[in-house]
């Protein structure tokens, strides 16, 4: 058997003492466990790589998403894997209930953030506010309000499951001028690659988290000097953007520590000189 610490840990439910016991006669553990399979019930909730607040967020788990939970911790950390994209780590154990038929996801957020109200009624005070890709159980609707168990959310906001956006980018544009946040995937806050991965999952297409594996894994590779069109996903190692036509990069990025709209030759230039160094790999979807 490998050593657990021969697998990428951000993918790999494994830890020098216990494994998922899928990964049983895999990787090397002293224990395995079965899963318990959770559902995010807080708006937003990081995803750390260590159990502590200080650790740095990897990721985020949005409202409504499941997790395969392999341990909660006396310090009620819980520690398992997204289903959604696979991605491994800590998060606050108060911040999930236990999945069930009843509280499947039916529906998903369209809008960049929509605000949970306690009555069919937009001038009450909000309960909450979901971001977008939250998944939600929607009971019923009159077309205004759709009825959560948690409140009543704008109706136009939602939109079934297997609905999927026609232009992905358009999506990515709604988060123009949003603040830089490492680890964030929504509109209060999000990375580069948590800006791709949403935009595209809302186009139907789901993506891994980070920039390396976005790069290994999306679309098919363009030569360095190809020319550009809306949608072509632009590498540097640890960094990427999305053309939104032929000249102009579309990206969530620390120089200006929101997302922005910039001409690619300027980017490139700064990028180059300042952090990333030179493109990577071109991708078309």
């Known amino acids: 058997?490998?050593?657990?610490?021969?697998?990428?840990?951000?993918?790999?439910?494994?830890?020098?003492?216990?494994?998922?016991?899928?990964?049983?006669?895999?990787?090397?553990?002293?224990?395995?466990?079965?899963?318990?399979?959770?559902?995010?019930?807080?708006?937003?909730?990081?995803?750390?790589?260590?159990?502590?607040?200080?650790?740095?967020?990897?990721?985020?788990?949005?409202?409504?998403?499941?997790?395969?939970?392999?341990?909660?911790?006396?310090?009620?950390?819980?520690?398992?894997?997204?289903?959604?994209?696979?991605?491994?780590?800590?998060?606050?154990?108060?911040?999930l209930a236990d999945d069930s038929a009843e509280a499947a996801a039916t529906h998903r957020v369209l809008a960049p953030r929509t605000f949970v109200y306690p009555a069919r009624n937009m001038k009450t005070p909000p309960l909450s506010a979901l971001p977008m890709n939250a998944l939600v159980h929607a009971m019923d609707s009159d077309g205004t309000f759709a009825r959560l168990r948690e409140g009543y959310v704008w109706a136009p906001h939602l939109a079934p499951l297997d609905f999927a956006e026609n232009d992905f980018v358009a999506v990515a544009e709604h988060f123009l001028h949003a603040p830089y946040l490492w680890g964030g995937k929504t509109w209060q806050g999000l990375d580069c690659s948590g800006m791709i991965q949403i935009a595209l999952q809302a186009g139907g297409i789901e993506a891994p988290r980070d920039t390396d594996m976005q790069a290994a894994h999306l679309g098919t590779p363009l030569p360095l000097d190809a020319n550009l069109m809306r949608g072509d996903l632009m590498f540097w190692k640890g960094h990427v953007g999305v053309m939104r036509d032929a000249d102009i990069l579309l990206h969530a990025n620390g120089h200006f520590m929101q997302v922005t709209a910039e001409p690619l030759i300027e980017a490139r230039a700064r990028i180059a000189a300042n952090s990333f160094g030179e493109i990577t790999t071109i991708r078309r979807l």
Request: proline share 6%; glycine share 8%.
């Open 1 to 95: 058997m490998n050593e657990s610490k021969n697998f990428d840990r951000r993918l790999t439910p494994a830890r020098p003492d216990l494994a998922a016991i899928s990964l049983q006669g895999i990787v090397a553990a002293p224990r395995y466990v079965a899963p318990r399979r959770m559902r995010v019930r807080a708006e937003v909730v990081a995803l750390r790589a260590e159990p502590h607040p200080e650790a740095g967020m990897d990721t985020q788990a949005l409202f409504g998403e499941r997790i395969d939970v392999y341990e909660i911790d006396m310090e009620g950390w819980a520690w398992g894997q997204l289903a959604r994209d696979g991605y491994v780590g800590y998060l606050a154990a108060d911040d």
